[in-house]
């Protein structure tokens, strides 16, 4: 499936000052990389975002946001959020943030 191509752009510009950034094609879209751990990606409309274990149950209570689930099985510390959640700037710098502060507290691969 493609991916969102205008999305991926606005995440690139919320991105844009990062260190270590690399972009990947993964699950049918875009990842973007920190120091080589996922923070976030696109696929189709949505975001995915890596909140990590600790972050995963607040990340899934937020509106438009829900189980990661790509080949039947759930991938905790992994959300999905729906366009309608990611529609404003404001709104995807937010879930950005979340999961570039997750990668950034894994060592560098």
Do not use: C
Not at 18 to 40: K, P, Q, Y
Not at 58 to 81: I, N, S
């Amino acid at each position: 499936m493609a991916y969102d191509e205008g999305l991926a752009q606005r995440v690139r510009e919320v991105l844009a000052d990062a260190d270590g950034l690399t972009e990947r094609r993964m699950f049918g879209g875009i990842a973007f990389m920190l120091h080589g751990n996922m923070a976030v990606g696109v696929s189709s409309d949505e975001l995915m975002v890596r909140v990590g274990p600790a972050g995963y149950d607040e990340a899934l209570a937020q509106p438009h946001a829900r189980v990661f689930d790509m080949t039947g099985r759930v991938m905790r510390g992994w959300v999905v959020v729906a366009a309608e959640g990611i529609a404003d700037d404001g709104a995807l710098d937010g879930w950005v943030e979340k999961g570039t502060d997750y990668a950034r507290s894994l060592p560098p691969k």
